[in-house]
């Protein structure tokens, strides 16, 4: 699976299941980013990967560890709307839930307090899974077909 698509995966899950707050992918400027929404937000970003041992069968396939980080924003701590409850929520929604084409449930393996600005809480949840890296085999890196000699019988 490519990194994308599995981000794009995890956003989806959690704008399924937290319809109340604004999810999609860490912003490209930061510092430009505002909190429009009423609640809060969750924001996903690719981390780094991490790759075991390649299998010698001709092409590359190697297990890939895919680290990916969910930050909360949210305008208060505590409370239903807070961003205590939020990462309860986040957890509860990504915690053992498999991704498309991953090998593993994704496992929780760290909450950081990022700090507090302008009225907004910053917390990052890092989740981690496992899928599968495979070579691509273009059709030029061989050289083409051009004739079949079939076996005699």
Avoid at 45 to 71: C, E, H, M, W
Avoid at 119 to 138: C, R
Wanted: with cysteine.
């Amino acid at each position: 699976m490519d990194t994308l698509t599995l981000l794009s995966a995890v956003v989806e899950r959690l704008r399924l299941q937290l319809p109340g707050l604004h999810v999609d992918f860490f912003p490209e400027r930061p510092e430009q980013f505002r909190l429009n929404h009423p609640h809060g937000a969750v924001l996903v970003s690719y981390g780094k990967s991490n790759f075991g041992q390649t299998q010698d069968i001709g092409v590359v396939i190697q297990p890939q560890t895919v680290r990916l980080t969910a930050t909360v924003v949210v305008r208060q701590l505590n409370g239903k709307d807070g961003a205590v409850a939020v990462l309860d929520q986040v957890r509860q929604c990504l915690g053992g839930w498999r991704p498309p084409d991953c090998q593993r449930d994704i496992w929780l393996v760290e909450e950081v307090f990022l700090g507090q600005r302008e009225g907004l809480w910053q917390y990052a949840l890092t989740i981690e899974t496992v899928t599968v890296f495979i070579q691509n085999d273009s059709p030029e890196d061989n050289p083409p077909l051009t004739q079949i000699n079939p076996e005699e019988q």
